[in-house]
């Protein structure tokens, strides 16, 4: 079994400091050789890359991805410099004697705390069906909207929720990070709340866990790091069908006066934006 352990981090901010807290866990699974899934969570970028392609390609175009992503990490994270580090992850991708343009390529989902702007926000970003999940006030929502076959079936009328869970077609998404097309992630803007817990995950986590099996897990667990661990053993006991990739991360704000943060009409629930991305000028360097 992987281990995960928790790490924090304190954040400084205008309106009072903010204290994150996270794990990561990523396991091959029951069923598959290798671990084609790639994590980065490192202050203020939280990733999860489920690749794809025969062979090795899966493997080397979601560690291309992500290894392209890690170089922000010390600087300024911004879906501009995002969309730079994946234009140069395509080029990585398609440069690699292993890999083809023959199903070959690469989820990437995460959030980023976007800090430059006088009201901080998380950012969350997506490309294929890898999902980021928020609990905030006891409430589970996904943010991210699959790039699949099934979700359009599902959002045209033609498919219900029910029958898309065991859909033959369920595996098969329509937007990647791969060697012959340059994608942009579809952006969603989140305020910064106290207790809120984001959940990013590869599908393999949720083809073995429904949203509510997450909650539930989260809700017994407050360690990140106790709380990855569960979901990881439970969806290998629910089947372990695919690899396995999990990152929580907690939320604690307080205000100026070191007293958690009041809710106000800033810190209302998730605003969905998903259908327009954010305008990246919004999130670039000032």
Request: net charge negative; with cysteine.
């Amino acid at each position: 079994m992987a281990e995960a352990s928790t790490h924090s981090r304190s954040v400084s901010l205008p309106d009072g400091d903010l204290t994150l807290t996270w794990a990561a866990v990523t396991h091959t699974g029951r069923r598959r050789d290798s671990n084609q899934d790639a994590v980065l969570a490192a202050y203020p970028l939280f990733i999860v890359a489920d690749g794809m392609g025969g062979h090795i390609g899966g493997e080397i175009a979601s560690a291309s991805t992500v290894d392209r992503l890690r170089g922000l990490v010390d600087g300024h994270v911004s879906t501009k410099a995002i969309e730079k580090a994946l234009a140069r992850a395509v080029k990585d991708i398609a440069s690699h004697p292993e890999t083809t343009d023959d199903g070959t390529g690469t989820t990437v989902t995460g959030v980023f705390l976007d800090a430059s702007q006088h009201v901080p926000h998380w950012v969350t970003l997506n490309i294929g069906d890898s999902r980021v999940y928020l609990v905030r006030d006891g409430v589970i929502d996904q943010i991210t909207t699959d790039h699949s076959v099934v979700q359009e079936l599902v959002a045209a009328g033609r498919l219900s929720p029910e029958e898309a869970e065991n859909h033959p077609y369920g595996n098969v998404i329509t937007r990647a990070v791969g060697p012959s097309d340059g994608v942009t992630p579809d952006y969603v803007r989140l305020d910064v709340v106290d207790g809120d817990r984001f959940v990013i995950c590869s599908d393999g986590l949720t083809k073995e866990l429904t949203d509510y099996g997450i909650q539930h897990f989260l809700a017994e667990n407050a360690d990140p790091a106790d709380a990855v661990t569960a979901m990881l053993e439970a969806a290998l006991e629910n089947g372990g069908r695919d690899n396995v990739t999990i990152i929580v991360l907690d939320v604690a704000r307080e205000g100026e006066s070191g007293e958690p943060a009041e809710a106000t009409e800033e810190t209302a629930p998730a605003e969905r934006t998903a259908t327009e991305p954010l305008d990246a000028s919004s999130t670039d360097e000032v």
